[in-house]
Each structure stands twice: as C-alpha cells, then as structure tokens.
C-alpha cells in the first residue's frame, strides 16, 4: 500500500511540475507578445532604466544576495554554535540573527553611502550622497518610474547584495569572543566596527574612486579582490585576534576540556556555508556571466582542495583526520579564493586551497598555541590568516587570461608590481582593523563593560544574556 501511495504522489509532483513548465512557456509568450492596448488606451508610464536591464543578471543576483544571508543563519549560526559549550548556543544564533537585523538597517541608512559614497576627507571613506538610500531607489518623475541601474541590474540590487556581505563581516568576528562577550556590548561594537573600519576599507577597495580599487584607472595601489578577501576576510579576522587578546581568556581556558558541543551542527553549518560562498564568490561577478562561471568553478575546487589539505595534515600529526578538521579545511580553502576567484584559473584554485588548508591549520594549532591567546572559534585563524594567504596569492596566480586585460595579471606573468599592490591593500586592511578595533573596545570598556561577570560566564550566556536554554529535555 505504501509503494502504491509514493507511486502516486510521484506522478502527482512529476503533473504538477510539467504544469508549470507549461505555464511557464505560456507567461514567456504573453511576455514577449503582450495584448494590444485598447483603442485610444495611453501607455503606461515605463521604468527609465528597464532597456538597460538584464533579467537573468537580475535573478542570479537576487539569487546571490539569498544564498550570502543564508551564510549567516543558518550557516554561520551552525557552524560556530556547534563548536561552544551546549549553555551558550543560543547566544551564538542571537548574536547572528539579531545582525542580520542590525546590519541590515544601518546598511540602509548609512552604511551604504559611507561605502559607495563620493570621496570625504581625502577619500577615507565615503560621503552622504545615499543616506536614506537616496539615488537608490526607484522614484518618480515627470510622469515615469525611475530605476537607478547598476550595469545591468537596478542599484537597490547591487545594494543589498553588498549588505549581506555587511551583515556577515561582523558575525565572523564573534568567533573570537564567543562565549564572554555581554551582548549589549557586542550590539555597539558591531554598530562602531561596521560604520568605522568595514566601511572605509570598502570604499577602499570596491568604490569606483577608491585608492585600492582595481577599476579605478587612477587609484595608486590598485588590488584584486573579487569578492572580500580583504574587506571581509582580513578585517575581521584581525579584529578578531584583537578582540580575543583584549577581552582575555574564558575562565578555565587551557586547565580544563572545552569541546565543541556538537559537531553535527558544525558539520551543517560549514556545508551551507559552502553551498552560500557560490553566491558570495560567483554573485561577485554582478550578472550571469562568464566571470561568473570562473568564480564558481574555482571557488569549489578551492574548497574541496583545503578539505583534503587540512584532513591530511590532521592524519599526519594526529593519527585520525576528523569531522572538524575537514570542515575547517573547506571554510579555509573558501576564505582563500575569495578574493581570487575573478582572476585565477580554477587549478590554481586547487593550490591556493591546498596552501590555505595548510596554512590556516598550523595557525589554529602551533601558532594559537604557542602565543596561547584564545580565539574561541579560531577566526583568526581561519579567517585572518586564510584571508591574508588568499589576498598575497592573488597578486602571484592572476592571469589574463581571467580578467581579459593584458596588464591584468601577477607575479608569475611577468606583473611584479601586482603583487606590491596586494601586499599595500593587505597592510592597509590589518592596520585600520587592528588600530580601529582597539579604538572601539577600549572606549566600550570604559563606558559600559565587555565581559560579562563570572558568574554569568560560568552560567552560560544563554541563561544570562537571554534568559533562554538551547536544550530542554522533559
């Protein structure tokens, strides 16, 4: 009975789904042939920039921008609220869902103006021209609907895919401090963090004016970073370490066992996170394009050679590759080709994944030790590093046969002068991260507190913080 049912319930999907492929070829046809207007019937008043408009660069970023937000919940909330003790879980998926609140508005507001805005204060950051999302958004004039366009996609697209990538900067950080930080804290850090250090570097690197940007024909040091190593990767990872360092240790670090608390969720986590970079990295191309293609490509390869990188390395050392380590190795190989991916092949994907997979395992385990900070989830690690490794590498593997332009390419074709450029943007985002986040905490500090109490800590911040339990068995 039960193989009669699924047999039926397969062929009603299988009608349903050819219905709407039906359907489909219908609405193309009614779209690509609409009705005649009734006699002496006026014509809508049209969007100015729908010409100009490309429908499938629009759904790939629409894509895109979902595929980035899932990164941070549930990816990242996963990801990371696996690794902390059972009693703080929840404050790791407040902390990622109330960003994805948080930074979102302020993006709207400011956040997005002080990045792409016209150059203030000799182009440190961005001026007010978009507060309130002004040139934006759709608006109406003269009897039509205007859209400001991006290329091919309106500007409120291009918008809210870069707030994603806002939104998500400032939840890798709280890796760094997880398990310690009041949450009242974290909620002004993330607000002074993001406006203060995310957004100049930004202007930096992606803004058409900007002084390290690779579009800018006359920006002094111009970098390739495709999709954020640089703005996302190294600035957090390095405000990280600082945020570790100061805040100091958890109580009981390194005198008694604090493992992840489930590794199920980890393992979830880095898989989404995977699945959501395609967006993070190919969504970077702007469209449905070639670049596009090249990104994704790489970026998988990327990802699947820091797997086997960072498991190898385990098996030597250790004796058993594990869960976490291949986990880890995927997220590592993935920061890497981050800002890679528009102007490397996807085989040297493979070998800046490999390299990161190595190199962000020796800083989670020899370096982490030896200095014997506590960078809870290791983003420094990670992050910081991956970030660092991936922005240098980009500077020796860009080729033109990527980027499409004859200067456009590193170290190993002959451009010893992109690599200079990559170690300038790299020094440029560690040296605002690191002074900008000291700036931040201490003045928090000295105001309201960073930590929470013993007490509290020892609790767990689920109770403390939030008042809630992550696990109620009845």
Wanted: hydrophobic share 50%.
């Amino acid at each position: 009975m039960r193989r009669v049912y699924r047999q039926i319930t397969y062929c009603t999907v299988l009608t349903c789904c050819l219905s709407l492929l039906g359907n489909g070829e219908i609405f193309a046809d009614e779209a690509s042939n609409p009705p005649p207007l009734p006699s002496g019937a006026e014509a809508p008043a049209q969007l100015e920039a729908s010409v100009a408009l490309n429908g499938a660069d629009m759904a790939w970023m629409m894509v895109s921008s979902a595929l980035v937000l899932m990164m941070t919940a549930p990816g990242l909330a996963l990801f990371y609220g696996g690794l902390v003790r059972k009693k703080n879980i929840l404050g790791v998926m407040m902390q990622c869902v109330f960003l994805m609140g948080l930074m979102s508005i302020i993006w709207a507001l400011w956040g997005y103006s002080l990045a792409f805005g016209s150059d203030i204060l000799g182009g440190f950051v961005g001026g007010f021209d978009h507060v309130l999302l002004k040139g934006i958004i759709p608006t109406w004039e003269n009897g039509a609907v205007v859209v400001p366009d991006n290329g091919a996609i309106p500007t409120s697209l291009f918008m809210v895919f870069q707030m994603m990538f806002f939104i998500i900067t400032p939840a890798l950080i709280c890796g760094a401090f997880a398990e310690r930080m009041k949450f009242s804290s974290m909620v002004v850090f993330s607000i002074l963090w993001g406006t203060f250090v995310y957004c100049p570097i930004a202007h930096w690197v992606w803004s058409d004016t900007g002084w390290l940007c690779e579009w800018n024909e006359g920006a002094a040091f111009p970098a390739f970073d495709f999709a954020g190593g640089t703005v996302v990767h190294i600035s957090s990872g390095f405000s990280a370490l600082v945020c570790a360092i100061l805040l100091g240790k958890r109580l009981g670090y390194g005198q008694e066992p604090m493992p992840p608390h489930n590794l199920t969720y980890t393992f979830i986590g880095a898989t989404m996170l995977w699945v959501g970079w395609f967006g993070f990295n190919a969504g970077s191309a702007g469209g449905a394009n070639a670049a596009a293609v090249n990104a994704f490509v790489a970026t998988h390869l990327a990802a699947a050679a820091g797997v086997l990188a960072w498991a190898v390395a385990e098996w030597y050392y250790n004796g058993k590759p594990s869960i976490l380590g291949a986990c880890s190795g995927a997220v590592a190989g993935l920061v890497c080709i981050t800002p890679a991916c528009g102007t490397v092949t996807p085989l040297s994907g493979i070998i800046l994944g490999l390299i990161a997979g190595f190199a962000c395992y020796f800083a989670c385990t020899t370096l982490k030790s030896k200095f014997k900070y506590d960078d809870s989830l290791d983003a420094f690690g990670v992050h910081g590093i991956g970030g660092t490794v991936g922005a240098i590498l980009t500077g020796v593997f860009a080729t033109r046969a990527i980027t499409g332009d004859a200067e456009g390419s590193g170290l190993l074709e002959g451009n010893s002068q992109q690599l200079i450029n990559q170690l300038v943007s790299v020094g440029a985002a560690i040296v605002i991260s690191v002074i900008g986040t000291i700036i931040i905490l201490k003045l928090i500090d000295l105001t309201m507190g960073l930590r929470v109490s013993k007490d509290g800590e020892i609790q767990g911040l689920d109770l403390s913080q939030h008042g809630e339990e992550g696990y109620i068995f009845l």
